[in-house]
């Protein structure tokens, strides 16, 4: 994910902690005369809650009174971190060599909304950052009255937990506790996601700085397993997921395409719960007849569904395929790669979109 609040540079030590003090005055002048100054001040505060919190991973490590299970993670985290940086030519920065304990499952909790009939997201635009296709809340219980609010406006509304953020190094972002839940690897994936929104963002396009990170976190990790003398990642558990991913993407296509037709208010609906139910279908028959019957995504796949449900896939998985492309023609050469994407991001969002199709057409009868 993408950094939401990204307002000074700095590194870890005498200049965060002035950044303590300037943060919520900065936010509070820059948006000066905004109506949503009470949802900046939240952001302000829960960033600099994160700040304070942070600890060099050394410390903890070498700290026998800390977890031994957390201790070795972390010791471990730091090998995935080395790498990153060493053969992914990933930044190398105090980034992700620092920790802190949060107390809570995910770090923030992003609320993405549509229109009732349209998969465009609502953007929210930030100093620096730019537009993005979401708004993060540090509490639960804020991003479930932001939703309802916006569902009062007839929005489709989700939510979703995250477990990690960049600010895209303009602070050193630590390893948080709620990163290492689901083990070793899923943090190395992690940590090279975030990375790669340090080495090339994009404003105003979340598709290409998600599906770039993406992709990054992917070869990464297949990298990754391969120098630690491991053997691919399960290669049905791969499968399932692209094959979920492409029944999403493909709902979501036929979706926009229903969206462009001129049908009364009620007659869309009908056809848009349709599509929904279609897409759960095909997802049961997949399961059943190629999955063995066993549902990784049946909590997803059986919760009440809307636009704004599908937008994380659009906006995460939609141009992995071209990267992927584009990673292949420059034979695998990092350097190359991220020259190539520096290119796509100069170019204006529709030639970058045009690019991106195009190398995705070429990638299509390999993987097939």
Not at 139 to 155: D, E, I, P, T, V
Not at 163 to 188: K, V
Not at 223 to 237: H, I, N, S, V
Request: with cysteine.
């Amino acid at each position: 994910m993408t950094g939401f609040f990204i307002l000074m540079r700095s590194s870890h030590g005498a200049l965060d902690r002035y950044c303590y003090r300037l943060v919520p005055l900065l936010v509070i002048l820059l948006l000066n005369g905004c109506s949503s100054v009470s949802y900046y001040s939240q952001l302000a505060s829960g960033q600099l809650r994160l700040l304070q919190a942070r600890e060099p991973v050394s410390r903890v490590v070498a700290d026998s009174s800390r977890s031994p299970t957390l201790r070795k993670q972390l010791a471990r985290s730091q090998q995935a971190r080395a790498f990153a940086s060493e053969h992914l030519q990933l930044p190398d920065n105090q980034s992700y060599r620092l920790y802190a304990d949060i107390g809570r499952p995910f770090v923030v909790w992003n609320v993405f909304a549509t229109p009732e009939f349209s998969l465009e997201p609502q953007t929210h635009c930030f100093p620096i950052a730019g537009c993005v296709a979401y708004r993060g809340y540090y509490s639960q219980s804020a991003a479930r009255g932001a939703a309802a609010l916006q569902k009062q406006q007839g929005l489709d509304v989700y939510i979703g937990g995250v477990e990690a953020y960049s600010t895209l190094g303009w602070f050193n972002d630590p390893i948080l506790s709620s990163m290492l839940g689901w083990g070793d690897e899923r943090l190395a994936t992690l940590i090279f996601h975030e990375l790669a929104h340090q080495r090339i963002y994009v404003k105003d396009d979340t598709e290409f700085n998600e599906s770039f990170a993406t992709f990054v976190e992917q070869e990464g990790t297949r990298q990754w397993r391969a120098a630690r003398g491991l053997p691919p990642t399960d290669a049905k558990l791969t499968r399932q997921r692209d094959q979920f991913t492409r029944l999403v993407l493909d709902s979501h296509r036929r979706l926009k395409a229903l969206y462009a037709q001129p049908l009364a208010a009620n007659a869309m609906r009908v056809a848009k719960s349709a599509e929904f139910e279609r897409l759960r279908r095909d997802y049961r028959e997949l399961r059943d007849s190629q999955w063995d019957g066993v549902g990784r995504y049946d909590g997803w796949i059986n919760t009440p569904m809307n636009n704004a449900k599908l937008l994380p896939f659009g906006l995460y998985d939609q141009w992995v395929p071209a990267f992927a492309a584009i990673f292949q023609q420059v034979g695998g050469n990092w350097l190359a790669f991220y020259r190539e994407v520096e290119r796509l991001g100069d170019l204006s969002r529709q030639e970058r979109k045009t690019a991106l199709v195009a190398a995705a057409v070429m990638l299509r009868p390999i993987t097939q």
